[in-house]
């Protein structure tokens, strides 16, 4: 495998007691870009994310992570060679503060997520790295805000801060737009762009306009086999993308794809 590929899969399938969810898959993420996953409901876009980052274990085929087989590692493990993951529903702690969040994040990462016994006074010499993660994300003003009362978009971007301090080297992102606002989107859009400099992203996205904006690639999916790949302007134009995903969109449907179908469709 060439160096410039950070991950690649090699003939990736999952079966489901007969049901092929992910049929095929090959995939060579390139060191340094935005590559996207695009495709209609139950295409296979999360099932191979899960695949991924071991949530599922493949029913055939290899993961490569920078040239090493982790097809057989568990999921904390990956996560610690550098492979981190968003999901579709923001996964942070609603009680606890923003900066709070981001210090059992960086626990986590620095090997301390034991720790929780201790005085919150022993952990504040994380309290540096926490603030600047927030910064980074546009919320060092919301550090002491309790995470419930945040609104969405900014939930959202807490996450982003908290996938950011176990410095991953590929950061996967689960519909990261997914039930916000056009100022949310744009938001986020930005966010995602500067997270990515000095790592890769790969991402699973429903909204076009985020895609056409921020990926350099797109693999597009359908029925859990690989349609057709390219940058946007080669995708977008290819008459059987606009058949099984953009026709869909232009009928409405384009913001109803959700890890819920997927896996509907994968049972």
Same mark, same amino acid.
């Given at each position: 495998?060439?160096?410039?590929?950070?991950?690649?899969?090699?003939?990736?399938?999952?079966? =489901?007691?007969? =049901?092929?969810?992910?049929?095929?898959?090959?995939?060579?993420?390139?060191?340094?870009?935005?590559?996207?996953?695009?495709?209609?409901?139950?295409?296979?876009?999360?099932?191979?994310?899960?695949?991924?980052?071991?949530?599922?274990?493949?029913?055939?085929?290899?993961?490569?992570?920078? $040239?090493?087989?982790?097809?057989?590692?568990?999921?904390?493990?990956?996560?610690?060679?550098?492979?981190?993951?968003?999901?579709?529903?923001?996964?942070? =702690?609603?009680?606890?503060?923003?900066?709070?969040?981001?210090?059992?994040?960086?626990?986590?990462?620095?090997?301390?997520?034991?720790? =929780?016994?201790?005085?919150?006074?022993?952990?504040?010499?994380?309290?540096?790295?926490?603030?600047?993660?927030?910064?980074?994300?546009?919320?060092?003003?919301?550090?002491?805000?309790?995470?419930?009362?945040?609104?969405?978009?900014?939930?959202?971007?807490?996450?982003?801060?908290?996938?950011?301090?176990?410095?991953?080297?590929?950061?996967?992102?689960?519909?990261?737009?997914? $039930?916000? $606002?056009?100022?949310?989107?744009?938001?986020?859009?930005?966010?995602?762009?500067?997270?990515?400099?000095?790592?890769?992203?790969?991402?699973?996205?429903?909204?076009?306009?985020?895609?056409?904006?921020?990926?350099?690639?797109?693999?597009?999916?359908?029925?859990?086999?690989?349609?057709?790949?390219?940058?946007?302007?080669?995708?977008?134009?290819?008459?059987?993308?606009?058949?099984?995903?953009?026709?869909?969109?232009?009928?409405?449907?384009?913001?109803?794809?959700?890890?819920?179908?997927?896996?509907?469709?994968?049972?």
């Amino acid at each position: 495998m060439s160096d410039q590929y950070v991950l690649e899969t090699r003939n990736l399938v999952k079966e =489901f007691k007969g =049901f092929v969810a992910v049929d095929d898959v090959n995939l060579k993420i390139q060191k340094g870009h935005i590559h996207a996953l695009i495709g209609p409901n139950g295409a296979g876009k999360t099932t191979v994310f899960n695949l991924l980052t071991k949530f599922l274990i493949p029913t055939r085929g290899k993961i490569l992570f920078k $040239g090493d087989d982790i097809t057989s590692m568990k999921s904390a493990a990956i996560a610690r060679k550098g492979v981190v993951r968003s999901f579709q529903i923001s996964a942070v =702690f609603p009680h606890m503060t923003a900066l709070e969040n981001i210090r059992v994040a960086l626990q986590g990462f620095e090997g301390s997520s034991f720790s =929780f016994w201790k005085s919150g006074s022993s952990l504040n010499k994380l309290n540096g790295r926490c603030m600047e993660l927030l910064d980074s994300v546009g919320l060092a003003e919301y550090a002491n805000t309790t995470t419930v009362e945040l609104a969405y978009g900014r939930k959202r971007a807490l996450e982003l801060a908290t996938t950011l301090a176990m410095e991953p080297e590929l950061l996967l992102l689960d519909e990261p737009t997914q $039930g916000m $606002g056009a100022e949310d989107v744009d938001r986020v859009v930005e966010l995602v762009r500067k997270a990515a400099q000095g790592r890769t992203v790969l991402m699973v996205e429903h909204n076009l306009s985020v895609v056409s904006k921020l990926c350099d690639r797109i693999t597009v999916l359908a029925q859990g086999a690989v349609l057709t790949e390219g940058d946007y302007e080669t995708v977008s134009a290819d008459p059987r993308v606009r058949e099984v995903y953009m026709g869909t969109a232009s009928s409405g449907e384009r913001g109803s794809t959700s890890e819920e179908s997927e896996t509907e469709a994968a049972r």
